[in-house]
């Protein structure tokens, strides 16, 4: 699958996080100390936003009930066996690239 623009690193400060649409789909962009990494936009817990959550010492918060992610690997910080899907990443230049299904 190609590469897909989805943002600048301007849209995503540092330790921050960006909702973003491929097609049909949404991601979530996250920035940790400029470290950007791509995850489903879908939380585990009932579905919520997680690209309109927050990051917290390199966690991602869900802005519905505050279940938390790993930034890098996408783990549930409550139990690691879950996750929610991650994405390759590449930053060219300024722009954010990330390559989904
Ligand atoms: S939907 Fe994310 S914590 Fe409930």
Redesign the pocket.
């Known amino acids: 699958m190609p590469f897909v623009k989805v943002a600048t690193l301007a849209d995503v400060p540092e330790n921050s996080v960006l909702e973003v649409s491929v097609g049909n789909d949404q991601y979530a962009i996250c920035n940790v100390e400029g470290s950007i990494t791509a995850l489903s936009n879908t ?1 585990l ?4 936003p997680l690209g309109q959550g927050t990051i917290e010492e390199g966690r991602l918060i ?1 802005p ?4 938390e992610y790993d930034c890098r690997t996408g783990a549930n910080l409550d139990d690691p066996t879950t996750c929610v899907p991650v994405y390759p990443v590449k930053v060219e230049g300024g722009d954010i690239l990330i390559q989904v299904p």
């Open positions: 939380c817990h009932q579905g919520g869900c519905w009930h505050a279940w």
